[in-house]
Protein backbone atom coordinates (compact mmCIF):
# COMPACT_ATOMS: atom_id res chain seq x y z
CA UNK A 1 0.00 0.00 0.00
CA UNK A 2 3.06 2.48 1.32
CA UNK A 3 4.34 1.85 -2.23
CA UNK A 4 1.36 2.14 -4.57
CA UNK A 5 0.98 5.65 -2.47
CA UNK A 6 4.51 6.59 -3.33
CA UNK A 7 4.44 5.75 -6.73
CA UNK A 8 1.03 7.83 -6.97
CA UNK A 9 2.22 10.62 -5.82
CA UNK A 10 5.70 10.19 -8.04
CA UNK A 11 3.11 10.49 -10.80
CA UNK A 12 1.76 14.04 -9.52
CA UNK A 13 4.82 15.92 -8.83
CA UNK A 14 4.31 18.60 -11.59
CA UNK A 15 0.80 19.57 -9.58
CA UNK A 16 1.94 19.43 -6.38
CA UNK A 17 5.19 21.44 -6.83
CA UNK A 18 3.23 24.35 -8.73
CA UNK A 19 1.20 24.37 -5.62
CA UNK A 20 4.03 24.04 -3.23
CA UNK A 21 5.41 26.82 -5.33
CA UNK A 22 2.27 29.12 -5.26
CA UNK A 23 2.87 28.81 -1.29
CA UNK A 24 6.14 29.70 -0.71
CA UNK A 25 6.16 32.61 -3.16
CA UNK A 26 3.61 33.88 -1.06
CA UNK A 27 5.28 33.54 1.96
CA UNK A 28 8.82 34.92 0.88
CA UNK A 29 6.94 37.40 -1.14
CA UNK A 30 9.13 36.40 -4.26
CA UNK A 31 7.96 36.22 -8.08
CA UNK A 32 6.79 32.36 -8.64
CA UNK A 33 9.22 32.40 -11.25
CA UNK A 34 12.46 33.18 -9.17
CA UNK A 35 14.94 30.80 -8.31
CA UNK A 36 14.66 30.56 -4.88
CA UNK A 37 11.64 30.12 -4.84
CA UNK A 38 12.10 27.05 -7.78
CA UNK A 39 14.52 25.76 -4.80
CA UNK A 40 11.97 25.51 -2.09
CA UNK A 41 9.56 24.38 -3.85
CA UNK A 42 11.68 21.41 -5.01
CA UNK A 43 12.38 20.70 -1.38
CA UNK A 44 8.78 20.57 -0.39
CA UNK A 45 7.83 18.14 -3.03
CA UNK A 46 10.92 16.08 -1.73
CA UNK A 47 10.43 16.23 1.97
CA UNK A 48 6.74 15.26 0.53
CA UNK A 49 7.84 12.29 -1.24
CA UNK A 50 10.48 10.97 0.99
CA UNK A 51 7.99 11.21 4.17
CA UNK A 52 6.30 7.59 5.24
CA UNK A 53 3.29 9.18 7.18
CA UNK A 54 1.98 11.52 4.42
CA UNK A 55 -1.43 11.22 3.88
CA UNK A 56 -3.26 9.63 1.01
CA UNK A 57 -6.21 11.43 -0.56
CA UNK A 58 -5.12 14.14 -2.95
CA UNK A 59 -6.86 17.01 -0.66
CA UNK A 60 -5.04 16.16 2.38
CA UNK A 61 -1.98 15.44 0.67
CA UNK A 62 -2.50 19.23 -0.90
CA UNK A 63 -2.69 20.44 2.83
CA UNK A 64 0.83 18.58 3.76
CA UNK A 65 2.51 20.00 0.62
CA UNK A 66 1.46 23.24 1.62
CA UNK A 67 2.28 22.77 5.77
CA UNK A 68 5.99 21.39 4.01
CA UNK A 69 6.16 24.27 1.70
CA UNK A 70 5.54 27.00 4.53
CA UNK A 71 8.35 25.09 6.77
CA UNK A 72 10.67 25.74 4.11
CA UNK A 73 9.79 28.79 2.95
CA UNK A 74 10.44 29.93 6.76
CA UNK A 75 13.78 28.44 7.05
CA UNK A 76 14.67 30.29 3.76
CA UNK A 77 14.15 33.64 5.23
CA UNK A 78 15.50 32.80 8.87
CA UNK A 79 18.53 31.24 6.65
CA UNK A 80 17.78 35.24 4.80
CA UNK A 81 18.01 37.13 7.80
CA UNK A 82 21.18 35.17 9.46
CA UNK A 83 22.93 36.07 6.35
CA UNK A 84 21.96 39.59 6.54
CA UNK A 85 23.07 39.72 10.46
CA UNK A 86 26.36 37.85 9.41
CA UNK A 87 27.51 40.71 6.78
CA UNK A 88 26.41 43.28 9.42
CA UNK A 89 28.53 41.30 11.82
CA UNK A 90 31.69 41.01 9.63
CA UNK A 91 31.22 44.57 8.19
CA UNK A 92 31.28 45.87 11.67
CA UNK A 93 34.31 43.93 12.47
CA UNK A 94 35.85 45.21 9.59
CA UNK A 95 34.80 48.64 10.20
CA UNK A 96 36.53 48.37 13.81
CA UNK A 97 39.45 46.74 12.42
CA UNK A 98 39.82 49.23 9.47
CA UNK A 99 38.13 52.86 11.45
CA UNK A 100 40.96 54.33 13.05
CA UNK A 101 38.64 57.33 13.84
CA UNK A 102 37.02 55.39 16.59
CA UNK A 103 37.78 57.50 19.79
CA UNK A 104 39.39 55.99 22.62
CA UNK A 105 36.40 55.86 24.51
CA UNK A 106 34.44 54.46 21.74
CA UNK A 107 36.74 51.47 21.98
CA UNK A 108 37.29 51.40 25.44
CA UNK A 109 33.07 50.79 25.49
CA UNK A 110 32.77 48.46 23.15
CA UNK A 111 35.85 46.15 24.53
CA UNK A 112 33.57 46.60 27.96
CA UNK A 113 30.57 45.23 25.68
CA UNK A 114 32.23 42.24 24.50
CA UNK A 115 33.47 41.39 28.05
CA UNK A 116 30.12 41.91 29.72
CA UNK A 117 29.02 39.73 27.06
CA UNK A 118 31.75 36.99 27.57
CA UNK A 119 31.05 37.21 31.05
CA UNK A 120 27.10 37.02 30.76
CA UNK A 121 27.91 33.66 28.80
CA UNK A 122 30.32 32.13 31.31
CA UNK A 123 27.31 32.59 33.91
CA UNK A 124 25.09 30.68 31.37
CA UNK A 125 24.50 26.67 32.12
CA UNK A 126 26.25 24.73 29.82
CA UNK A 127 23.14 23.53 27.52
CA UNK A 128 22.09 27.30 27.47
CA UNK A 129 25.45 28.86 26.34
CA UNK A 130 26.28 25.43 23.54
CA UNK A 131 22.62 26.14 22.09
CA UNK A 132 23.53 30.15 21.70
CA UNK A 133 26.92 29.78 20.47
CA UNK A 134 25.57 26.81 17.99
CA UNK A 135 22.87 28.68 16.77
CA UNK A 136 24.07 32.80 16.72
CA UNK A 137 28.13 31.28 16.03
CA UNK A 138 27.81 28.36 14.04
CA UNK A 139 24.30 29.58 12.34
CA UNK A 140 22.67 26.29 12.95
CA UNK A 141 18.87 25.61 13.09
CA UNK A 142 17.57 24.09 15.88
CA UNK A 143 16.97 20.80 14.47
CA UNK A 144 21.12 20.96 13.61
CA UNK A 145 21.53 22.11 17.29
CA UNK A 146 19.35 19.19 18.47
CA UNK A 147 21.01 16.51 16.44
CA UNK A 148 23.97 17.46 17.77
CA UNK A 149 23.93 18.24 21.49
CA UNK A 150 20.94 14.80 21.39
CA UNK A 151 18.05 16.89 22.54
CA UNK A 152 14.79 16.97 20.96
CA UNK A 153 13.66 20.72 18.80
CA UNK A 154 11.68 21.87 22.09
CA UNK A 155 14.66 21.50 24.60
CA UNK A 156 16.65 23.60 22.26
CA UNK A 157 14.09 26.23 21.30
CA UNK A 158 13.91 26.38 25.37
CA UNK A 159 17.66 26.31 25.87
CA UNK A 160 17.96 29.02 23.41
CA UNK A 161 15.32 31.71 24.60
CA UNK A 162 16.14 31.19 28.52
CA UNK A 163 20.22 31.64 27.56
CA UNK A 164 19.09 34.86 25.67
CA UNK A 165 16.73 36.12 28.33
CA UNK A 166 19.85 35.68 30.79
CA UNK A 167 22.07 37.31 29.20
CA UNK A 168 20.02 40.36 28.55
CA UNK A 169 19.12 40.04 32.16
CA UNK A 170 23.11 40.22 32.89
CA UNK A 171 24.30 42.63 30.60
CA UNK A 172 21.04 45.33 32.09
CA UNK A 173 22.26 44.66 35.72
CA UNK A 174 25.71 44.98 34.69
CA UNK A 175 25.23 48.61 32.75
CA UNK A 176 22.67 49.85 35.99
CA UNK A 177 25.01 48.75 38.80
CA UNK A 178 28.37 50.01 36.79
CA UNK A 179 29.48 45.87 36.93
Keep these: MLVQEARSLANR ?4 HAHAARVVAAIVRLPISHADVEDCASEA ?3 ALEATDRPASDDRLRAYIAGIARHVALDWIRG ?8 TDDAEAASRVVDRTASPSERILLN ?4 SLARA ?3 LPDNQRQALLLFHQDSLD ?3 I ?3 LGVPIGTVATW ?3 GRAELASHIEREERHGQ
Design 13 to 16: PPAF
Design 45 to 47: VRR
Design 80 to 87: KKRERVRF
Design 112 to 115: QRYE
Design 121 to 123: LAR
Design 142 to 144: YRA
Design 146 to 148: GQR
Design 160 to 162: IAR
